[in-house]
């Protein structure tokens, strides 16, 4: 399938919705309140974590930078970011918390793969 000639709203409503990944990448315009996800060509969609997943993600973070800059080897984790969007094969997942170890430098967040993801149940 290709492109669309415009790229699709994205809101609570097209939960369930068929997607190509080419049709959720297009995308430009959401409802900022959710979470998308494209999984198995469908396209899934969630409230934004509450605080107490927030909450432990920024505490994670903070050790994780506290890591990279103290610990003998803290060199090896290059860079963390919260709330990134993975893309496996046809799939597009939002992590709680990505990380890229062992380049030597700052990653290219859209060309290299992510080295860890973590996700909250």
């Given amino acids: 399938m290709t492109t669309p000639a415009h790229s699709p709203f994205l809101c609570p ?3 369930g919705a068929l997607l190509t990944p080419e ?3 297009a995308v430009e315009d ?3 309140g959710y979470v998308y996800e ?3 060509g469908v396209l899934v969609v969630t409230p934004l974590p509450p605080p107490e997943v927030r909450g432990p993600n920024e505490l994670l973070g903070y050790l994780l930078r506290r ?3 103290e610990h003998p080897h803290g060199k090896a984790l290059d860079f963390t970011v919260y709330a990134q969007l993975v893309s496996l094969k046809g799939n597009r997942r939002r992590a709680e918390r990505v990380i ?3 380049l030597g430098r700052l990653p290219d967040t859209h060309r290299d793969p992510v080295t860890i993801v ?3 149940v």
Wanted: hydrophobic share 45%; proline share 0%; glycine share 4%.
């Fill in 30 to 32: 959401v409802d900022d």
């Fill in 13 to 15: 409503q097209m939960a």
């Fill in 100 to 102: 890229w170890a062992g």
């Fill in 118 to 120: 973590i996700d909250y």
């Fill in 38 to 40: 494209l999984i198995n």
């Fill in 67 to 69: 890591y990279q800059e």
């Fill in 23 to 25: 049709e959720f990448d």
